[in-house]
């Protein structure tokens, strides 16, 4: 047999064999024949690069890296769902449905993956483009890094033009796994599986992208040129005939009744499926009636995902760890037995204050509730004191601090205790982690592990000695070698010329946030007038209130933060206001003015501060969570639940590109 024939005979078996074990999970033949007959593929595609076929399984081991992502319009935009979130919720779409169709309706029930949005374009039956939801109209082409995922068919057997959409996961078994490996090498575990695979697909480098054992369900499309089709149930049997993997827990259900009962089977079985889900999408079946239906302006009429309430987990508590918190708050935290709960492997929860634990009656050894809604941290809600064996230990606050041994004190009418100490080890730590993290000085490899290095070895005690750290001793440090410590040095360096409200939020004032650092930094516009500002300077500008002017006034008051400025001062830190100046409120044109924005997803061209920065310049005003009162929200890659809550509102949506072009209209 000559070596194309060959290649293409592999090719065509290989590929059997993947469908059978990654789609099927039903697979023929051990993983050592498998092998053997990829190392003869790759042999002969390497020695005869002519023969090799765009479907070949080599191509899912990763490409070369990218330099950045190009953008891809949706031709048929991806629009998301509305939301139901309780019974009553089904009940109004299920009679919107019937009343505008006037008939008895049948639906289709399918679990809603927690993953990433995607969609998958065929050509003549090749696979010829990936590409992320993106903001629904604009995506991101991830082809390379979709082709590393096994589930995923780089050829069908059907002509034309075929959008198929989907969504992409990661396992629970490979998340768990992730995070096993990031932990050891002291990098940032994933919040859940659904960031772990949005993270993973939006790697430039695909071989990482390969690393993280994705994988895939198929369930819609967009453009279609193949065959005709006429029911939802009837597309879900023909996709998975072309060989992609269909998620087999869907069913067809001839009333609300029905749909009910199958939402309520899951929110029981849930745990026990191999990858998350946060809920069940209901849809009409009948194509001709999802036609009749219509859409609104941003979802379908003939479509609603059900959300799951936020999880509960039962977990024993099996010790309380104490934290000092930079201004001296000493913070309880429940250590756990490890349990998962909302995508998430939880070992540690809040318990907030010693009021708490006496409110909760919380003892070591107690079996205890835990809930989590979304990313937060988790939190003990309530204990099962039926549970309890008799040998669970009370617990008291300490009256002095761990760290430092000084005395606790409950300052005024707070809840909190404090240590009161200015020179208490744990404050000092966590006051120079506060001033280089992003928000504030942002020093890109200063992180907590070196900042912990850095002072017990004597080498920082205060934010100034950053600015006089020496090459030379910290090459003496552990892990700690020549292109890390270049990197850190120069990353120290950039960082002196920040704007003063980056300056002003990391010197970490008592009740002095990002936005009010930047509220003082635009009004002064330098240090020198700011350190000269009194209680009424400060108290007569707008968003600046009693406590927060007492606050300010009282720390600049302190000789020894005088004495930390003329310090920063001498060792070149910019002490002005660099960024751009606000614009009228009050000018017709402005986009910004007398708006409130909120932020949702990954943006690309600017950071999320940039573009409140950018938000607020205007005369905007930027908050966390959208309301009735939202009047925009810019979503970036990766939307989620505030995305999910603006169209459900009706509240005007952009995309970071509208940012850019509303940007332009107001420049000067």
């Keep these: 047999m000559n070596p194309k024939e060959r290649i293409e005979e592999l090719v065509e078996v290989l590929n059997k064999y993947g469908h059978e074990y990654y789609v099927l999970d039903q697979p023929t033949v051990s993983d050592a024949h498998y092998d053997r007959l990829y190392e003869e593929l790759l042999s002969l595609e390497q020695k005869y690069p002519e023969y090799k076929p765009s479907n070949s399984p080599t191509e899912r081991v990763g490409a070369e890296p990218l330099d950045a992502f190009v953008k891809v319009e949706h031709r048929i935009p991806m629009l998301s769902l509305s939301n139901a979130f309780d019974e009553e919720d089904l009940r109004q779409f299920d009679r919107r449905v019937r009343d505008r169709i006037a008939k008895e309706v049948t639906y289709v029930c399918e679990l809603k993956i927690d993953g990433l949005a995607i969609s ?28 590393t995922i096994h589930s995923i068919p780089l050829s069908i057997d059907e002509g034309g033009l075929i959008e198929v959409r989907g969504e992409a996961y990661m396992p629970k078994k490979s998340f768990l796994s992730l995070n096993e490996e990031r932990e050891k090498r002291e990098e940032a575990a994933f919040a859940n599986p659904r960031n772990a695979a949005a993270g993973s697909l939006r790697q430039l480098n695909p071989k990482i992208a390969a690393s993280r054992n994705l994988d895939v369900y198929l369930f819609g499309y967009g453009e279609w040129q193949g065959k005709n089709i006429s029911s939802h149930s009837e597309r879900l049997d023909y996709l998975q005939s072309l060989g992609f993997k269909v998620n087999a827990e869907w069913k067809k259900c001839s009333s ?3 749909v009910i009962d199958f939402i309520q089977h899951w929110m029981t079985e849930r745990p026990s499926l191999h990858y998350e889900i946060d809920g069940i999408v209901v849809k009409v079946d009948s194509l001709e009636d999802q036609n009749e239906l219509g859409f609104t302006a941003n979802s379908p009429r003939w479509a609603i995902a059900y959300k799951f309430p936020e999880e509960e987990a039962v977990t024993k508590l099996i010790d309380i760890e104490l934290s000092v918190g930079r201004t001296g ?9 490890p349990v998962l ?5 939880v070992g540690r929860a809040s318990l907030h204050n010693a009021d708490l634990i006496e409110e909760l009656d919380v003892r070591i050894g107690d079996t205890v509730i835990l809930k989590k809604a979304g990313d937060i941290i988790p939190k003990v809600v309530r204990v099962l004191t039926e549970k309890r064996k008799g040998d669970e230990q009370a617990y008291k606050m300490p009256e002095h601090c761990p760290a430092c041994g000084n005395d606790l004190l409950q300052i005024d009418e707070e809840v909190a205790i404090r240590c009161v100490n200015p020179a208490c080890p744990a404050q000092l730590i966590e006051g120079l982690i506060h001033f280089s993290s992003r928000n504030a000085m942002n020093i890109d490899g200063l992180g907590e592990r070196i900042i912990h290095q850095l002072y017990e070895n004597d080498l920082v005690k205060t934010v100034a000695d950053l600015y006089r750290l020496e090459k030379g001793k910290l090459l003496t440090l552990e892990r700690m070698g020549e292109k890390s410590v270049t990197k850190l040095l120069a990353a120290i360096e950039a960082s002196k010329e920040n704007s003063l409200e980056r300056l002003i939020f990391g010197l970490g004032i008592r009740h002095i946030g990002a936005k009010a650092a930047r509220t003082l930094a635009m009004h002064f516009l330098s240090m020198e007038d700011l350190v000269k500002a009194n209680y009424e300077d400060l108290v ?8 927060m002017a007492q606050s300010v006034e009282q720390f600049f008051s302190d000789d020894q933060v005088t004495s930390l400025i003329e310090g920063l001062k001498d060792l070149k830190v910019n002490m002005s206001y660099t960024g751009p100046l606000p614009t009228e409120a009050s000018s017709a044109d402005n986009p910004f003015a007398d708006k409130t924005f909120v932020l949702t997803g990954r943006l690309e061209e600017f950071t999320r501060k940039e573009a409140s920065d950018i938000i607020e310049a205007h005369a905007g005003k930027v908050t966390g969570s959208v309301s009735g009162n939202t009047d925009v929200v810019i979503a970036g890659e990766s939307s989620g639940s505030k995305y999910d809550r603006a169209v459900e509102l009706g509240v005007t949506i952009w995309s970071e590109e509208d940012l850019q072009k509303a940007v332009e209209e107001v420049a000067p």
Excluded: C, M
């Excluded at 082409?141 to 979709?146: A, F, G």
């Excluded at 709960?341 to 492997?345: A, F, K, N």
């Excluded at 007569?540 to 406590?547: H, L, R």
């Design 120 to 147: 998958l374009t065929y050509e003549n039956g090749e696979f010829v483009q990936g590409a992320t939801r993106g903001d629904g109209r604009i995506g991101e082409d991830i082809t390379r890094n979709l082709k």
């Design 256 to 258: 609300i009744d029905e």
């Design 329 to 337: 708050v000493v913070t309880p935290t429940a250590i756990l037995e």
């Design 341 to 345: 709960i909302d995508g998430s492997t």
């Design 540 to 547: 007569s500008i707008d968003e600046i209130g009693d406590i």
